[in-house]
């Protein structure tokens, strides 16, 4: 039995040996195929890897490239802002004319209800955007200015239209020194009140008070020279040569103004005013204005020379949670007319008194205020008037107000009295 068990095992050995080298042969031709699969595979991953290095490296040399031209982009921008820079510090200028250029203006839309006390009674219904004005000014050096003022009157103007485009003020101002200055072109006479100072925010009223209509008349502007000097006491002086008025018929001191469009200045005007503001809230003042012809002509007839005189004071001060102010101002004419029949119209005069208190409020300012005015001026013939108003002032913004009157007019020359009340709006910037 042993002797049979390593015979089999004999077998069996000897058959593996027969068999072995058929079976190591096809192996390692296997091996064989795998491993040249195997470099071709690794042939095409070590293309591909040198293709995809041959690209990043463009792609640096691009990137480099761009590089260094947007370095030299910002070189050169650089230089450029150096040479704007250096330009613009050796210009006759720092900065442009626009940031020395201001623009402002105002406007006043006016409702009027006015009853003529007369038979057959008459009324007046009418709404009017009375005033369109645009302030344009240029500061070309520290003392050296222009100013000027466009307005458009009643909202339409031309051939046959109620309204007009005037130039109020267009003129060139100087700073002699720190206390004095010069100007010269078309501008505002120094004289009242609202001549001067006239934007509907800074005065009650929905219609500006009649002695400064028909007497100063406001709004008055004359073409010439003028110059103001004004000390740390609050006392100034100005001095003007001017354009004159020239009468007509009517002897109308309004009617008078030419506006300085093509207008006669055969015979010039003199103003002259002195103010005092020393004390705050107080302003007293006074102007003169003399022109030896009133008509512009050589010969003075039949109408002469003639004079204004204007004196006014304004005051405010706090009382209580409000302010209470009060205006009083007196004008008068005194023409030479060598005209019998118009003999009334030598001497024209208004005066009146306007106290007020302006309360503030979460809602804004609320002023109250009531005038009397007494006025005889002509205008063909003469006109005698007592005016009594009354309203209120609502300041939605400090420049922006709503406004309401009443006022009954009597007139002692005879005619109709007048009442009713007027409602507006009006705003500047």
């Known amino acids: 039995m042993h002797s049979s068990k390593k015979t089999l095992l004999l077998l069996i050995f000897t058959t593996f040996l027969l068999q072995s080298p058929t079976t190591l042969a096809i192996t390692a031709n296997q091996l064989a195929q795998q491993f040249e699969v195997y470099k071709a595979q690794q042939a095409k991953e070590l293309a591909a890897i040198r293709t995809e290095n041959a690209q990043l490296k463009a792609e640096n040399l691009e990137l480099k490239k761009q590089f260094e031209q947007t370095k030299q982009e910002v070189t050169n921008n650089a230089l450029a802002v150096d040479t704007v820079a250096e330009n613009y510090e050796a210009g006759s200028g720092k900065s442009g004319w626009w940031e020395k250029t201001t623009i402002g203006g105002y406007g006043e839309l006016h409702y009027n209800n006015h009853l003529t006390e007369s038979s057959p009674r008459e009324r007046k219904h009418e709404i009017d955007f009375h005033r369109f004005v645009l302030f344009f000014g240029h500061q070309f050096t520290e003392k050296l200015r222009f100013f000027s003022e466009l307005e458009l009157e009643h909202s339409i103007s031309g051939d046959g239209k109620v309204g007009e485009i005037e130039l109020e003020q267009a003129y060139i101002e100087y700073d002699v020194t720190n206390w004095a200055s010069a100007k010269a072109g078309l501008f505002l006479m120094p004289v ?152 009334d119209a030598e001497n024209q005069y208004g005066w009146y008194i306007e106290p007020s208190y302006r309360l503030p409020t979460s809602m804004g300012d609320v002023g109250v205020y009531t005038r009397f005015e007494q006025l005889e001026y002509y205008k063909k013939e003469l006109k005698k008037s007592n005016i009594w108003s009354a309203g209120a002032n609502w300041w939605i913004h400090e420049n922006v107000v709503l406004k309401g009157t009443y006022f009954y007019e009597d007139k002692r020359d005879g005619s109709a009295n007048t009442r009713g009340f007027d409602l507006g709006i009006g705003y500047q910037f």
């Open 192 to 343: 009242g009140i609202l001549n001067e100072t006239h934007e509907p925010a800074t005065f009650y009223g929905v219609e500006r008070n009649q002695v400064e209509k028909h007497i100063i008349p406001s709004t008055w502007w004359e073409g010439g020279i003028a110059a103001n000097v004004h000390f740390d006491n609050g006392i100034s002086a100005d001095l003007a040569l001017t354009s004159g008025l020239k009468l007509d018929e009517s002897y109308s001191i309004r009617s008078g103004r030419g506006k300085v469009g093509k207008q006669d200045a055969s015979d010039p005007a003199i103003a002259a005013r002195i103010k005092y503001t020393g004390i705050p809230g107080l302003e007293l003042a006074s102007t003169i204005i003399h022109q030896p012809d009133m008509e512009q002509r050589v010969n003075g007839v039949p109408i002469g020379g003639g004079t204004l005189y204007e004196i006014h004071a304004i005051y405010s001060h706090d009382f209580g949670p409000g302010t209470f102010s009060g205006r009083a101002l007196y004008s008068q004419w005194d023409l030479d007319i060598n005209a019998p029949a118009a003999h």
